[in-house]
């Protein structure tokens, strides 16, 4: 037998019950590795299996964050035993028991500062984990094939909502792939509109280019649809892509500016392609919205190169419906 000698590789401190087959496997490979080093005299490839394992670890952890993040009680690293439908049951029980909420970001004219309207975000009240934010479950929801119900609920309770606001005060909803299901799919949702009462020509609905691209001929129907409705049409996210394009096969009302193009020192980043969005703006008579404006100078920039409209933290973050309620009467 040979005595395996004393190990310099990292020490790694797992609870009980954390490793999965597959961290084991790498373990066993790390002990296995410093007994070759003992026996073949050198041949130190202890670092190498320690990475291994760490890595796997590292693998395992991420594993659990999806998990938690789909809401399901998976064992940690054996998320493909549940199946596809027991995911969706998940969802759908949420969306049925409302779980899923629009808060709401203010809309303001850069020239004064006053509120125009507000944008809905979807945010998951779940029972048991709090408030969590869509990049943490939207993806859940897409694989779960679940956006048009999903879009659906967030679309009626933002409508009930904004009808008890000042009726100058517009509300802004983004559009998933899910809803671009042509004139059927576009009428289905003014029926959606029209029975909570509000408005359609109150209502915005964004579409961001990469949803665009997918159909532009069913986006096309779809979308002059809802237009010759009332339904005014942003594109989001503008500047992040190659959008011109699309706004020529597409006609819409808005345009909002991607929140990268802005960054957080207070500089505007590509200040150019800024510069040239408000130029092109000037001939096309779009107005413009620009996301992400988080101090004074980001403003003061914008409403120097001519932006008409912004959003972000500096004039407010989402908040739930009574304090958008709130701020929205506080606005007359």
Known sequence: MTRVAASRSMVLTVSRGALTPIAAIAGIALVMVQAATAVRGGLNLEWWASCLFAITLVTTSHIAQRSWQSGLSADVGQPSRRPLTLLKDNIRRAIGRGEFVPFYQPLVELRDGSVIGFEALAR????????????????????????????????????????????????????????????????????????????????????????????????????????????????????????????????????????????????????????????????????????????????????????????????????PANEAWRLAWASQ
């Open 124 to 319: 998951w009240r779940h029972p048991d984990r709090g408030l969590i934010l869509p990049d943490q479950f939207i993806g859940i929801v897409e694989d779960a094939g679940l956006m048009a119900e999903f879009g659906a609920s967030i679309m009626r309770q933002a409508c009930r909502d904004a009808g008890a606001w000042p009726h100058h005060l517009i509300l802004s909803v983004n559009m998933s792939p899910a809803q671009l299901g042509g004139c059927v799919a576009a009428r289905r949702m003014l029926d959606l509109v029209r029975a909570t009462g509000f408005d359609p020509h109150r209502l915005i609905v964004e579409i961001t280019e990469n949803r665009l691209i997918e159909d532009v001929a069913t986006a096309r129907a779809t979308l002059g649809v809802l237009r010759r409705a009332g339904v005014q049409v942003a594109l989001d996210d503008f500047g992040a892509g190659f959008a011109n394009h699309h706004i020529r096969d597409v006609e819409f009302n808005a345009i909002k500016i991607d929140r990268g193009l802005v960054q957080r020192d207070g500089a505007l980043e590509g200040g150019n392609v800024v510069e040239a969005i408000l130029g092109w703006r000037g001939a096309s008579g779009l107005p413009v919205i620009a996301e992400g404006i988080e101090t004074v100078d980001h403003a003061g920039a914008l409403r120097d190169l001519g932006c008409d409209y912004g959003q972000g933290y500096l004039y407010g973050r989402p908040v």
